[in-house]
């Protein structure tokens, strides 16, 4: 008899679904295995017998006994059907195991970039197969349509015929004439329609009816014919496109002079609100973080605030126990890195400040917590919270450096990070195809161009290398490398000096900037003592060490910079429009250029190579020199300037007013008495050419013979008069304090000590032989005390005319010193436009027959009252304001109108 051979049911089942059914060939069975097949009744399975053995028999009965034997020993009875309901649930398992895959799929490739780049392909590959469809139909009407879905070998070798020869599209879809999408841009595509079959093949009804959609795309010569032959053609499509010639054969990345233009702009932006500012010094510290790293952007984009730190490199060629200062930035994840494992990228000072990344984050982080003023993170860990275990959750580890939003917990997402560097692009007229990874391939560059290794260079980008020691044994950073990203000679460790890292910042601006962190370092002490090891964090303490050495590198680099860039917005804040960092900045340039001078000519006659390695001791010690120098003469300012006062206070009792005889010789006996032992000035103070702060800009009412501190001199003038040192900051040179003494009589005799002791005025140098140097006043329209409160249109008329609380008139202000008191100050240019259309208003209606500036007020306020809540225009001043300056309709001449009626 024959043995029948049974199926597992869940090969029935896939042969179901999948519609294969055994070929004719596959039918065939030995005649040994002929008889009834499995769905027969009564079929049974006789295993444990070979078709190849042969049996010896005496008789029939011998053969009848053995086959009952058999059948008896080897009879399996087929397994019962799978009941209905539990079927039901094996569905219901494996459709939410799928579902949970794709959920995980797409929370590994969100804010990449590769999302929303595969979902366009996969739309243009939709619209196209359905238009393909439409028209094969039209040419042939017994053609049957198909549908997109599913994705297989066939459809996606028609759709990249179509790709790889229609032109490139504009952002808003149309196309460009004489061009051609580009070989990544087909690599892309085909990934895209890749993924989104693999994706499917196992769950979508669709795809597991059809066995050719479960064939992977790239294993068939059709669609790698088309993927080889893209890339083999992109130097022809480059070429007919012109754009290798236009662009540049280097132009995926930057070259230095074009990093300096982006980074400048920047720094130079004058009008910036402080959300622009801050954006400013964010979107140039991620430029300069990945130009300086080779982090890729979407590396860039996942770094947190507890992904930095700094460490102290060794540099035995300068000296077996010199170090220099690096900043660390760590990721787990990214395309160079899918297992977890923990990478560390790092970046030395740039020898042009420029191009600093570490200045450029310090110059962020101060744009955080002091310009926008972010508030400082909670770094306590949360014990109540079951997240953390038993150490506590630690929340500001979750804190991204350079969130996508106000909620610092969100990452910035690709379109966001590419938008912004487009911008920054464009304003500079840089055409690179590189956008967020620009940066990476200029440290690269940059590294091989200083004569940094093959080897070096990978390791400092993290880009792969043969063997496991790099990755699993390999901690120390790559020197060489850093030493060459930040234009040093990277085979020469002795060639890395920064000549401002030697200028010593006062102490009263180091604990200006982050003020809290000596609380956080106190904090985490009193938490480690009292929870033991639990309440230790070394990544906190390493964050605030970090923030520590930004400090002064903020302070160095912004005195260097303060000078080629004195309008960038950021140096409008304290401590950097406070006169001891501009007598820092000023003293630092000084100092700076003098040393450098003094190492070139010491070094002419020497040989390059040696030059080259004293460069750095030679140009240190000079510096160290020139600061010496410098407070030596600044004793020899302050006892000439103690001098001069003094002089001058005598001249005051003797000549004076009563009063101003008797305040005079109080000082006079306080100078000579009580503060004799006052001491000099730790730095020297030196003409001084920036800004001073317009926090002080606000009425000051208090007694103006009262100083500041004990060793601030009242200021004497040359006619007798004293004011506060705030006032008039006078330099401590001789020749430069007599300039600005002269200045002040030509003030005084002009307006008057009275109303000039209202105001400060910092010492403006001219910028050109046209100008000369004056005392420019600092001034902030007026406005009535409280919250949001906005002046009359009389007030606003008064301020204009005779000046509010004693100081001087907005008229005055224009008249002598045009609009250059208002420093470019975008908020002052716009109030002072808004108050001009109320001052033209009045003089046109004080213009007209028997009208005069009373009048003219009067009919303002009785007929436009101001507030008036039912009338939009004069809810307040700035609605009326407003209403004069739309566009839609004449203010002015309507109330000029209505003036006609008056009597």
């Known amino acids: 008899?024959?043995?029948?051979?049974?199926?597992?049911?869940?090969?029935?089942?896939?042969?179901?679904?999948?519609?294969?059914?055994?070929?004719?060939?596959?039918?065939?069975?030995?005649?040994?295995?002929?008889?009834?097949?499995?769905?027969?009744?009564?079929?049974?399975?006789?295993?444990?017998?070979?078709?190849?053995?042969?049996?010896?028999?005496?008789?029939?009965?011998?053969?009848?006994?053995?086959?009952?034997?058999?059948?008896?020993?080897?009879?399996?009875?087929?397994?019962?059907?799978?009941?209905?309901?539990?079927?039901?649930?094996?569905?219901?398992?494996?459709?939410?195991?799928?579902?949970?895959?794709?959920?995980?799929?797409?929370?590994?490739v969100s804010g990449k970039g590769t999302e929303s780049a595969y979902a366009r392909h996969i739309k243009n590959y939709v619209a196209f197969w359905v238009e393909d469809q439409a028209r094969r139909q039209e040419e042939n009407p017994l053609w049957i349509a198909m549908n997109a879905h599913p994705i297989t070998v066939t459809k996606a070798a028609i759709f990249l015929e179509h790709e790889t020869t229609r032109n490139k599209c504009t952002p808003d879809g149309?196309?460009?004439?004489?061009?051609?999408?580009?070989?990544?841009?087909?690599k892309q595509c085909i990934s895209a329609l890749e993924s989104y079959r693999y994706n499917h093949c196992n769950s979508d009804p669709e795809y597991l009816s059809d066995p050719q959609s479960q064939l992977p795309l790239r294993s068939d010569a059709r669609i790698t014919t088309y993927e080889s032959n893209?890339?083999?053609?992109?130097?022809?499509?480059?070429?007919?496109?012109?754009?290798?010639?236009?662009?540049?054969?280097?132009?995926?990345?930057?070259?230095?002079?074009?990093?300096?233009?982006?980074?400048s702009s920047f720094l130079d932006q004058r009008h910036g609100t402080k959300p622009q500012t801050h954006l400013a010094m964010?979107?140039?510290?991620?430029?300069?973080?990945?130009?300086?790293?080779?982090?890729?952007?979407?590396?860039?984009?996942?770094?947190?605030?507890?992904?930095?730190?700094?460490r102290d490199v060794p540099m035995v060629e300068i000296g077996l126990n010199a170090k220099v200062m690096a900043l660390v930035l760590m990721s787990d994840q990214g395309k160079t890195n899918t297992t977890g494992r923990i990478d560390e990228q790092a970046a030395f000072r740039h020898r042009l400040p420029e191009l600093c990344p570490i200045g450029a984050l310090g110059f962020y982080l101060f744009s955080k917590f002091h310009v926008v003023n972010n508030s400082i993170p909670n770094f306590a860990p949360d014990y109540e919270d079951p997240r953390g275990g038993g150490i506590g959750l630690r929340s500001w580890y979750q804190i991204h450096l350079f969130p996508g939003s106000k909620d610092d917990m969100t990452e910035m997402t690709y379109e966001n990070h590419r938008k912004r560097v487009n911008t920054a692009h464009v304003l500079n007229e840089i055409s690179i195809r590189k956008v967020t990874h620009a940066g990476r391939p200029f440290a690269a560059m940059t590294a091989r161009e200083h004569r940094a290794t093959s080897d070096d260079t990978k390791a400092l980008g993290n880009w792969s290398q043969n063997g496991s020691f790099r990755k699993c044994y390999d901690t120390a950073l790559p020197t060489d490398a850093m030493l060459a990203a930040a234009s040093f000679n990277g085979r020469r460790q002795d060639s890395y000096f920064i000549p401002r890292d030697q200028l010593a910042p006062p102490q009263e601006l180091l604990t200006s900037i982050f003020p809290w962190v000596e609380d956080e370092q106190s904090s985490l002490q009193d938490r480690q003592a009292s929870h033991g090891r639990n309440g230790g964090d070394v990544t906190l303490r390493k964050f605030l060490d970090l923030l520590c050495c930004l400090r002064r590198i903020i302070l160095q680099d912004a005195a260097v910079l303060s000078h080629k860039f004195p309008s960038c917005s950021i140096f409008a804040y304290a401590p950097f429009n406070t006169p001891v960092f501009r007598t820092f900045a000023a003293t630092s340039s000084l100092i700076i250029n003098n040393a450098e001078q003094q190492a070139r000519h010491q070094l002419s006659s020497v040989p390059s190579?040696?030059?080259?390695?004293?460069?750095?001791?030679?140009?240190?010690?000079?510096?160290?020199?020139?600061?010496?120098?410098?407070?030596?003469?600044?004793?020899?300012?302050?006892?000439?300037?103690?001098?001069?006062?003094?002089?001058?206070?005598?001249?005051?009792?003797?000549?004076?007013?009563?009063?101003?005889?008797?305040?005079?010789?109080?000082?006079l006996i306080d100078r000579t008495g009580a503060q004799t032992s006052t001491s000099s000035p730790g730095t020297p103070l030196l003409p001084a050419e920036q800004p001073i702060s317009p926090a002080s800009l606000a009425c000051n009412d208090a007694n103006p013979f009262e100083g500041t501190s004990s060793d601030r001199s009242m200021v004497v003038s040359l006619t007798g008069h004293l004011y506060a040192p705030i006032t008039f900051p006078l330099s401590e040179e001789p020749s430069q304090r007599s300039k600005q003494l002269a200045a002040l009589e030509i003030l005084e005799k002009k307006y008057g000590a009275e109303r000039l002791r209202h105001h400060t005025f910092e010492w403006r140098r001219a910028r050109s032989q046209k100008q000369s140097d004056e005392w420019l006043p600092f001034y902030l329209y007026w406005k009535p005390p409280g919250k949001d409160n906005s002046p009359s249109i009389e007030e606003i008329w008064n301020e204009w005319t005779v000046g509010m609380?004693?100081?001087?008139?907005?008229?005055?202000?224009?008249?002598?010193?045009?609009?250059?008191?208002?420093?470019?100050?975008?908020?002052?240019?716009?109030?002072?436009?808004?108050?001009?259309?109320?001052?033209?208003?009045i003089d046109k209606l004080s213009a007209k027959p028997n009208w005069n500036y009373t009048v003219a007020l009067r009919f303002l306020n009785e007929k436009y009252p101001i507030p008036t809540p039912s009338v939009t225009y004069l809810r307040t001043t700035r609605a009326f304001t407003d209403y004069l300056q739309s566009t839609k309709h004449n203010g002015i001449q309507e109330v000029l109108e209505a003036s006609k009626l008056y009597i």
């Open 805 to 841: 609380d004693g100081q001087l008139s907005v008229r005055d202000l224009n008249t002598g010193w045009d609009a250059r008191w208002r420093r470019d100050n975008g908020a002052l240019k716009t109030e002072a436009g808004r108050r001009k259309k109320i001052i033209a208003l």
């Open 609 to 667: 190579n040696i030059a080259q390695s004293l460069h750095g001791i030679i140009t240190s010690n000079n510096i160290m020199q020139e600061q010496a120098r410098q407070e030596i003469q600044s004793h020899g300012f302050h006892v000439t300037n103690k001098l001069q006062d003094v002089e001058a206070l005598i001249r005051v009792c003797l000549t004076g007013s009563h009063a101003a005889r008797r305040q005079a010789t109080a000082l």
């Open 282 to 310: 964010r979107d140039r510290c991620m430029i300069l973080i990945s130009a300086a790293t080779a982090f890729r952007g979407d590396n860039v984009r996942r770094l947190l605030l507890s992904d930095l730190y700094s």
């Open 230 to 263: 893209a890339q083999a053609k992109e130097p022809q499509r480059l070429t007919e496109a012109q754009e290798l010639k236009a662009f540049g054969a280097a132009s995926d990345t930057y070259t230095q002079e074009e990093l300096i233009r982006i980074s």
């Open 174 to 186: 149309r196309p460009i004439a004489g061009t051609r999408v580009g070989a990544e841009s087909i």
């Open 1 to 108: 008899m024959g043995i029948a051979r049974v199926e597992s049911p869940e090969k029935r089942r896939f042969e179901a679904l999948s519609d294969h059914t055994p070929s004719p060939i596959a039918r065939k069975r030995p005649r040994f295995e002929s008889g009834p097949g499995p769905d027969v009744p009564g079929a049974l399975t006789l295993s444990g017998l070979s078709n190849e053995t042969f049996y010896a028999f005496d008789n029939v009965n011998d053969i009848d006994n053995l086959a009952v034997d058999q059948v008896q020993t080897h009879l399996h009875v087929p397994e019962a059907p799978t009941p209905p309901s539990l079927q039901h649930q094996l569905d219901a398992l494996q459709r939410q195991s799928h579902e949970n895959r794709l959920a995980n799929q797409e929370d590994s």
